[in-house]
């Protein structure tokens, strides 16, 4: 199994993209505008996606796509998403207002793209893929994935504030990597309770809920541009003075766009 890292900034800048994920060409985790860096014949082997929330820097460019492969689609891109989430998109974005109802056009009997309910603790099957729905709090409905094709889990947190039931579950599961969003520094780190974020401070609580047995790469997604060197700093200040006990040392890396994990 392959993830392709199309984007995994908290927001724009030059080279910076926002949050989505391509899994072995046929599957979108997340569509923001990291999207536009797929090339035509990339965006037309796309057949699912799957969103974690319905916050514009992770569906910014879902009707960008679909419009943009409209004219080759022999069947709707079906997306699948919670269902405050699907009911989100229908209200303010596929509305005839800011983007034509795609779900409906062409024709209602053959749209462009379907939505599909789903639910925390679901398990989904693409094509020899296994997806498991986890638990994120945030301030819309949100939740995370667990993705495996047989050899280890690739884990995304989505954006997330503290969430025990997710550590719970991920302590179960055999995980090959984890991915988990540090949106804010730790001056911001008020905003990023607000906001339900995680900032540095927090990220170091959170971690420290890993089972000491199970060791995998962490990887840091979803810093805001202009903080983002701060972040990492602050990261690994206190990586270094391990908070976690002294038999214990994260992997923490730093996630890039253009990335590829092999799973």
């Known amino acids: 199994m392959k993830v392709r890292v199309l984007g995994c900034s908290g927001a724009i800048a030059r080279d910076c993209r926002t949050t989505s994920f391509v ?8 569509a923001g505008t990291g999207v536009g860096d797929l090339t035509l014949e990339e965006m037309q082997g796309i057949k699912d996606v799957l969103l974690t929330h319905s916050h514009l820097d992770h569906v910014a460019a879902l009707p960008l796509m679909i419009d943009s492969i409209a004219s080759t689609l022999t069947e709707p891109i079906r997306v699948h998403a ?10 303010h974005v596929f509305n005839n207002v800011i983007w034509p109802d795609f ?25 020899g893929k296994h997806v498991e729905v986890l638990p994120a709090v945030h301030t819309v409905p949100a939740c995370g994935y667990a993705v495996t094709s047989g050899h280890g889990c ?15 579950r991920l302590n179960q599961l ?3 990597a984890l991915v988990i969003e540090t949106a804010f520094s730790n001056r911001e780190k008020d905003l990023a309770r607000r906001s339900l974020h995680l900032s540095p401070h927090a990220l170091a609580d959170e971690l420290d809920c890993i089972d000491k047995s199970k060791s995998y790469p962490i990887y840091i997604t979803h810093t ?4 983002t060197e701060l972040i990492m700093t602050e990261i690994q200040r206190f990586d270094q003075t391990q908070p976690f006990g002294p038999n214990v040392v994260h992997d923490i890396r730093w996630l890039r766009a253009g990335q590829e994990f092999e799973i």
């Open 23 to 30: 899994v072995d060409g046929d599957l979108l985790i997340d």
């Open 82 to 91: 919670l269902p405050g989430t699907i009911a989100a998109l229908k209200a």
């Open 103 to 127: 779900s409906r056009i062409p024709t209602p009997q053959q749209p462009f793209v379907t939505f599909h309910d789903i639910q925390v603790g679901q398990v989904l099957e693409f094509g």
């Open 154 to 168: 690739w884990v995304f947190t989505g954006d997330t504030e503290r969430n025990p039931a997710f550590w719970r």
């Open 174 to 176: 055999d995980v090959a």
């Open 224 to 227: 805001k541009p202009a903080e």
